[in-house]
Nanobody, 117 residues
Protein backbone atom coordinates (compact mmCIF):
# COMPACT_ATOMS: atom_id res chain seq x y z
CA UNK A 1 0.00 0.00 0.00
CA UNK A 2 1.27 3.47 -0.87
CA UNK A 3 -0.12 6.75 0.38
CA UNK A 4 0.40 9.99 -1.55
CA UNK A 5 -0.21 13.14 0.44
CA UNK A 6 -0.39 16.62 -1.01
CA UNK A 7 -1.55 20.13 -0.23
CA UNK A 8 0.86 21.43 2.35
CA UNK A 9 2.39 24.87 2.15
CA UNK A 10 2.90 28.24 3.77
CA UNK A 11 -0.07 30.26 4.97
CA UNK A 12 -0.64 33.18 7.29
CA UNK A 13 -2.38 32.73 10.61
CA UNK A 14 -6.13 32.62 10.12
CA UNK A 15 -5.79 31.14 6.67
CA UNK A 16 -6.81 27.78 5.28
CA UNK A 17 -5.18 24.78 3.64
CA UNK A 18 -6.50 21.51 2.33
CA UNK A 19 -4.52 18.29 2.56
CA UNK A 20 -5.35 15.31 0.39
CA UNK A 21 -4.23 11.70 0.64
CA UNK A 22 -4.79 8.98 -1.93
CA UNK A 23 -3.92 5.34 -1.41
CA UNK A 24 -2.89 2.82 -4.04
CA UNK A 25 -2.45 -0.93 -3.90
CA UNK A 26 -4.41 -3.53 -1.97
CA UNK A 27 -6.54 -1.77 0.64
CA UNK A 28 -8.75 -4.75 1.44
CA UNK A 29 -9.86 -4.58 5.11
CA UNK A 30 -8.74 -0.96 5.48
CA UNK A 31 -10.10 0.17 8.86
CA UNK A 32 -9.40 3.87 8.91
CA UNK A 33 -7.55 6.76 7.35
CA UNK A 34 -6.07 9.41 9.56
CA UNK A 35 -3.88 12.49 9.65
CA UNK A 36 -1.07 12.84 12.15
CA UNK A 37 1.42 15.64 12.62
CA UNK A 38 4.89 15.94 14.05
CA UNK A 39 7.18 18.78 15.04
CA UNK A 40 10.90 18.44 15.77
CA UNK A 41 11.61 16.77 19.09
CA UNK A 42 8.01 15.74 19.65
CA UNK A 43 6.08 12.54 19.13
CA UNK A 44 3.78 12.17 16.19
CA UNK A 45 0.24 13.02 17.28
CA UNK A 46 -3.18 12.22 15.91
CA UNK A 47 -4.95 15.17 14.28
CA UNK A 48 -8.07 13.50 12.93
CA UNK A 49 -9.26 10.09 11.86
CA UNK A 50 -12.03 8.70 9.68
CA UNK A 51 -13.07 5.10 10.27
CA UNK A 52 -14.85 2.77 7.88
CA UNK A 53 -18.08 3.11 9.87
CA UNK A 54 -17.85 6.90 9.40
CA UNK A 55 -16.76 7.48 12.97
CA UNK A 56 -14.69 10.66 13.10
CA UNK A 57 -12.25 11.69 15.81
CA UNK A 58 -10.47 15.02 16.25
CA UNK A 59 -7.69 16.11 18.50
CA UNK A 60 -8.91 18.68 20.99
CA UNK A 61 -6.52 21.28 19.59
CA UNK A 62 -8.12 21.22 16.14
CA UNK A 63 -11.77 20.55 16.94
CA UNK A 64 -14.00 23.14 15.30
CA UNK A 65 -11.27 24.29 12.91
CA UNK A 66 -10.34 21.17 10.96
CA UNK A 67 -12.67 18.85 9.05
CA UNK A 68 -11.79 15.36 7.87
CA UNK A 69 -13.72 13.75 5.04
CA UNK A 70 -13.26 11.04 2.49
CA UNK A 71 -14.09 7.50 1.58
CA UNK A 72 -12.26 4.74 3.42
CA UNK A 73 -13.50 2.11 0.99
CA UNK A 74 -11.89 4.06 -1.85
CA UNK A 75 -8.80 4.94 0.16
CA UNK A 76 -9.08 8.70 -0.03
CA UNK A 77 -9.10 11.27 2.74
CA UNK A 78 -9.07 15.06 2.89
CA UNK A 79 -8.25 17.36 5.77
CA UNK A 80 -9.69 20.85 5.49
CA UNK A 81 -7.82 23.14 7.86
CA UNK A 82 -9.34 26.53 8.67
CA UNK A 83 -8.39 29.27 11.11
CA UNK A 84 -4.84 28.02 11.12
CA UNK A 85 -2.55 28.98 13.98
CA UNK A 86 1.25 29.08 14.17
CA UNK A 87 1.09 26.09 16.52
CA UNK A 88 -0.41 24.04 13.68
CA UNK A 89 2.98 24.22 11.96
CA UNK A 90 4.21 20.66 11.51
CA UNK A 91 4.81 17.89 9.03
CA UNK A 92 1.48 16.20 8.41
CA UNK A 93 1.34 12.48 7.68
CA UNK A 94 -1.45 10.38 6.24
CA UNK A 95 -1.93 6.96 7.85
CA UNK A 96 -3.78 3.85 6.70
CA UNK A 97 -4.88 1.52 9.49
CA UNK A 98 -5.70 -2.17 9.07
CA UNK A 99 -6.81 -4.74 11.65
CA UNK A 100 -3.65 -5.40 13.66
CA UNK A 101 -4.00 -9.16 13.33
CA UNK A 102 -4.24 -8.83 9.54
CA UNK A 103 -1.50 -6.44 8.48
CA UNK A 104 0.50 -3.44 9.61
CA UNK A 105 -0.40 0.18 9.03
CA UNK A 106 1.16 2.41 6.41
CA UNK A 107 2.36 6.01 6.33
CA UNK A 108 2.52 8.59 3.61
CA UNK A 109 5.63 10.66 2.98
CA UNK A 110 4.54 13.70 4.96
CA UNK A 111 3.72 17.20 3.82
CA UNK A 112 4.94 20.40 5.48
CA UNK A 113 2.43 22.90 6.80
CA UNK A 114 3.83 26.22 7.95
CA UNK A 115 1.64 28.89 9.51
CA UNK A 116 3.23 32.31 9.91
CA UNK A 117 2.14 34.75 12.58
Amino acid sequence: VQLQASGGGLVQAGGSLTLSCVTSGDIFALNALAWYRQTPGKQRELVASLRSGHTITYAHAVKGRFTISGDVAKGTVILQMNSLKPEDTAVYYCNAEFPSHYRRGYWGQGTQVTVSS
